[in-house]
């Protein structure tokens, strides 16, 4: 199963940008789907945004939409989210992982979870 690390994340105040790196092991790497999804304290685990093999095609959860871009660098075995405009309700430990993407539904995560990156928004 391929295995994803997530960096990139710090302390910013409201209104300022991070971006979030992850980067997985080599083998088939371009053949998965890849999602970043989002935990706050005591709330659930909530999906972010996604892309597809390829990345032709991007997801966004509404509450990220117009802020937040995910991309990916196939050759560099990287995926990103460039995180524009940081509110406070943006804090949480953010993970990248495989991501499922259905047809009609917020795409879900895949297999085992990293440590995460903790993005932490002051007002």
């Known amino acids: 199963q391929v295995q994803l690390e997530e960096s990139g994340g710090g302390l910013v105040q409201a209104g300022g940008s991070l971006r979030l790196s992850c980067a997985a092991s080599k083998r088939t790497f371009s053949s998965y789907n890849i999602g970043w999804f989002r935990q706050a304290p005591e709330k659930e685990r909530e999906f972010v945004a996604a892309?597809?093999?390829?990345?032709?095609?991007?997801y966004y959860a509404d509450s990220v939409k117009g802020r937040f871009t995910i991309s990916r660098d196939n050759a560099k075995n990287f995926v990103y989210l460039q995180m524009n405009s940081l509110k406070p309700e943006d804090t949480a430990v953010y993970y990248c992982?495989?991501?499922?993407?259905?047809?009609?539904?917020?795409?879900?995560?895949?297999?085992?979870w990293g440590q995460g990156t903790q993005v932490t928004v002051s007002s």
């Open positions: 992982a495989v991501a499922k993407i259905y047809g009609s539904r917020d795409p879900t995560a895949s297999g085992s």
């Open positions: 892309i597809t093999w390829s990345g032709g095609s991007t």
